[in-house]
């Protein structure tokens, strides 16, 4: 790569079934744009996309959107998890609540580590070790790449853990929905993330309120903060790189995030949302992706996209 040539990644959250937004963002971004990316990162369902586009080089863009589009097109829950022969009671026994085993074949169906490995694209999924407790980025050199993909992918609690070097591994949403921080890390000096959540979640009315419901609830609001936080670290990053620190450069960073909820359930996958989540994801990576600017995180449509500031509470 040049001395004057920006080296540039895709960054792809998680979300579950909300993933179709990658792929209608990405139609245009690739497909309408043509875009290149040197770096392309994911965690949970981003990390799955990620994988499979990191099997083509630059000349074979077509080649990938197709690919993503004909594994996304049809999917359904019966190709990610299935239920234990007793339902959730299993989960007293089992280490989650749905045999997550769908995933795990899909997987090893699809991504072709030799191809990732040869199509000079940098990749970069991130997951994090239940015995540790620690996040971790894995990159396509990585032994167990394909297991590395599957831990990204598999929901805490929902679907199965993933043995890796003797420890238990599971989503890296668990603790860095977006990350952006392993392409700052790996150079990048224009980035491109796609997040499947709205910076604000809207209010929600309960009707009857149960344990299940408020357990999503607070999980739903947990992974809206760790997104913004990866955003804000971005902004952190930037802003000392403006006051002189040699260790930091400025990275340009464009935010591609739907401004309403795309769905109340990231484990139900259905091929008719898919259609509705991908026209959203390409509307708005329309809307968002003219010619990149050059200072701090661009807002997504509206400045309603970037997160909101912290507020402290006085007296």
Not at 9 to 37: K, M, N
Not at 256 to 283: H, K, T
């Amino acid at each position: 790569m040049g001395k004057d040539t920006p080296k540039r990644a895709l960054v792809l959250s998680g979300g579950g079934s909300r993933g179709q937004y990658h792929i209608g963002a990405l139609r245009y971004l690739l497909g309408d744009c043509s875009y290149e990316y040197d770096v392309i990162a994911g965690v949970s369902v981003g990390a799955l996309v990620a994988s499979v586009l990191a099997m083509y080089p630059h000349s074979e863009v077509q080649d990938a959107l197709a690919h993503l589009e004909r594994l996304f097109s049809d999917v359904k829950n019966r190709d990610v998890w299935k239920r234990w022969p007793l339902g959730w009671f299993s989960a007293l026994w089992k280490p989650s609540l749905y045999n997550s085993k769908p995933l795990e074949e899909w997987v090893l169906r699809e991504l072709d580590v030799d191809k990732v490995r040869r199509s000079g694209k940098e990749l970069r999924v991130g997951a994090v070790s239940l015995t540790t407790g620690k996040y971790k980025i894995f990159d396509q050199q990585y032994p167990q790449l394909t297991r590395a993909v599957v831990a990204s992918a598999s929901f805490p609690g929902a679907f199965l853990p993933v043995e890796l070097d003797g420890e238990l591994w599971t989503d890296g949403g668990a603790r860095n929905v977006t990350p952006l921080g392993a392409a700052i890390a790996a150079g990048c000096d224009e980035v491109d993330v796609v997040i499947c959540e709205p910076a604000e979640i809207p209010p929600k009315v309960f009707g009857s309120v149960t344990a299940p419901k408020v357990l999503a609830r607070t999980v739903r609001i947990m992974i809206n903060e760790a997104q913004n936080d990866d955003l804000r670290f971005c902004q952190l990053h930037n802003e000392m790189s403006a006051t002189g620190c040699s260790d930091r450069r400025h990275v340009d960073v464009r935010v591609i995030r739907p401004l309403d909820e795309l769905n109340d359930n990231p484990l139900n996958f259905s091929p008719e949302e898919a259609v509705r989540i991908r026209a959203i994801g390409y509307s708005d990576a329309r809307r968002i992706a003219a010619p990149p600017a050059k200072s701090g995180v661009h807002a997504a449509r509206t400045r309603s996209s970037m997160p909101p500031e912290k507020k402290t509470s006085e007296g």
